[in-house]
């Protein structure tokens, strides 16, 4: 791991792409600067690349002409864990204030989840037809979109080329990439104070957007609206009395997805944090 790091950190100083892809980078024990510089590079690379179209820079109008417009740029409007979660937001915009755009970088997988963005949105665009970075951006343009989303970053299906081009005078990150894009073209990011701390604020390349509580959407009141939630929730819960925990001692543990060596020390910190540890569940192969 000593030897990435190193290769990494020469790769960055001699301004090469880096080996290592910025959604890659998550996984390594990288520092947040070297995070950082990885998405930034990434980033000029987008820009060298519409650098060929000799595009003259989109202008903008300072004024809101009627209904703001957004814009949301996905490679995954369809069966995909983005679609899963936010398949309901374009819908549930008030159209007499918004007017919604959904630009689709993938051709139509035929599910649910693709018709419900499609249907539900007062456009619907595939770009996926339009192969051409410069003429998705111009067609962007085009709408006179005023917020255009990012929602793929560097994950699989990105086009951020059409973003290094600016056809929308504000550009945010949103959802399907939860960290920076180390782009100038990216304004702010779409976030939380739980994972995004103001603290390290510093190592986003955009200005941070909090949502109240938290940026993470979920579909579950739309997707089973039978289902009630109180009445479920009354049947489950439990209280820390009958449970023999006291009121302050309380631990709740989903090591799903981390490594043994990380749920080893998850336990040693609640054994000595949580006293009455009585019982203690954690999900996954540990439980």
């Known amino acids: 791991m ?6 990494v950190a020469e790769q ?8 290592v892809h910025p959604h890659h980078s998550m996984l390594y024990p ?15 690379l987008c820009l060298e690349k519409v650098q060929i179209l000799h595009k003259a820079p989109y202008k903008f109008g300072r004024e809101l002409q009627g209904r703001l417009r957004i814009g949301y740029v996905s490679s995954d409007f369809g069966n995909h864990p983005t679609s899963h979660l936010m398949q309901s937001v374009p819908g549930l915009h008030d159209r007499t204030k918004v007017e919604i755009f959904c630009y689709a970088l993938s051709p139509d997988d035929g599910t649910t989840f693709r018709s419900k963005v499609a249907r539900e949105s007062e456009n619907f665009v595939d770009l996926s037809q339009v192969p051409c970075n410069g003429k998705a951006a111009d067609k962007i343009y085009a709408d006179g979109i005023h917020i255009l989303v990012n929602m793929n970053g560097y994950t699989k299906g990105a086009r951020n080329e059409i973003f290094a081009l600016r056809p929308s005078p504000i550009q945010v990150m949103w959802l399907g990439y939860p960290g920076t894009s180390g782009a100038n073209y990216m304004d702010y990011i ?8 103001l603290e390290l604020a510093s190592q986003y390349s955009e200005k941070l957007a909090y949502m ?5 959407v979920g579909d579950h009141k739309q997707m089973f609206p039978h289902l009630q939630e109180r009445l479920i929730l009354s049947d489950k819960i439990k209280s820390h009395n009958s449970l023999g ?16 060596l990380v749920e080893n020390t998850d336990i040693k910190e609640i054994k000595e944090v949580v ?4 019982p203690l569940v954690i999900s996954a192969k540990s439980s």
């Open 30 to 44: 990288l520092t947040h600067e070297f995070r950082k510089a990885i998405a930034a590079r990434h980033a000029n």
């Open 212 to 216: 109240p509580h938290t940026f993470f």
């Open 245 to 260: 925990i006291l009121a302050d001692n309380v631990a709740v543990i989903n090591a799903t997805d981390l490594s043994p």
């Open 275 to 278: 006293r009455a540890a009585r």
């Open 190 to 197: 779409i976030t939380d104070g739980v994972t995004s701390p």
């Open 12 to 19: 960055i100083d001699k301004n090469r792409l880096p080996s």
């Open 2 to 7: 000593k030897k990435l790091v190193s290769i």
